[in-house]
């Protein structure tokens, strides 16, 4: 299993310039998340999906729209990029055990870049 | 509101000295709390979970209700607990994948 798999790995955008970041996963996850990491912030909720066709926001969700049209794929759209946004984003992906305790799992992050 | 608390940006020891990462939360209803860690140039981890109450790679965390914390311990830190820790909270009753995150806790353990 690839597990959780994010592209790209880096970025730079212009303010105003719009971009998709990916994120795919290959365990049958039902939940999948969107987080930033911003020092001394830790990490920040943007939307997160229950299962394919239902997503729902975050703490964090001005700026960025989400869809999941399938199981595997969540991908990140930043409409009009603005520098506030200059960020590492996370992608990931939970099962929901018998036991009720969500474990996500993380892809490797994508840094972006606004100037 | 939910609330997670990491009062300490950095912890800083000796190798071989206990080690105690503090987190705090808020929240009304009956949480699950988790540890994530983050090693240099690793993706975030799960390191361990208050339900299982484990002990990995030395660490542990008991959930204190009265005093709403889920300090992270190990008795004797070594170089390669070196990382950024963060402390979340999931709701027991959700089936959502959502999580709470504090602002996380880079520890640094010095030979």
């Known amino acids: 299993n690839a597990g959780v798999t994010q592209t790209p790995k880096f970025q730079v955008l212009k303010t105003g310039q719009s971009m998709t970041l990916q994120c795919a996963q290959d365990m049958n996850h039902e939940y999948m998340s969107w987080y930033r990491q911003d020092p001394g912030m830790g990490l920040r909720l943007i939307h997160y999906s229950v299962g394919a066709g239902i997503t729902d926001q975050g703490e964090v969700p001005n700026g960025y729209n989400v869809s999941r049209s399938t199981t595997e794929d969540f991908p990140l759209r930043l409409l009009s990029a603005a520098p506030s946004q200059t960020s590492v984003y996370f992608c990931?992906?939970?099962?929901?055990?018998?036991?009720?305790?969500?474990?996500?799992?993380f892809g490797p992050g994508t840094r972006l870049t606004v100037l | 509101a939910q609330r997670v608390t990491q009062p300490e940006k950095l912890l800083s020891v000796f190798k071989g000295a206990p080690v105690e990462l503090k987190c705090n939360y808020s929240?009304?209803?009956?949480?699950?709390l988790f540890w994530y860690v983050q090693y240099s140039r690793q993706r975030l981890q799960l390191l361990l979970r208050?339900?299982s109450r484990e002990s990995i790679k030395g660490f542990t965390a008991d959930l204190n209700k009265g005093e709403t914390s889920f300090h992270l311990k190990k008795p004797f830190a070594q170089e390669e607990d070196s990382a950024m820790y963060y402390c979340?909270?999931?709701?027991?009753?959700?089936?959502?994948?959502?999580?709470?995150f504090g602002q996380g806790t880079t520890l640094q353990v010095k030979p």
């Open positions: 979340a909270l999931s709701s027991h009753s959700s089936n959502t994948g959502k999580l709470i």
């Open positions: 208050h339900i």
């Open positions: 990931a992906s939970s099962y929901f055990g018998r036991d009720r305790v969500n474990e996500q799992f």
């Open positions: 929240y009304s209803g009956s949480p699950e």
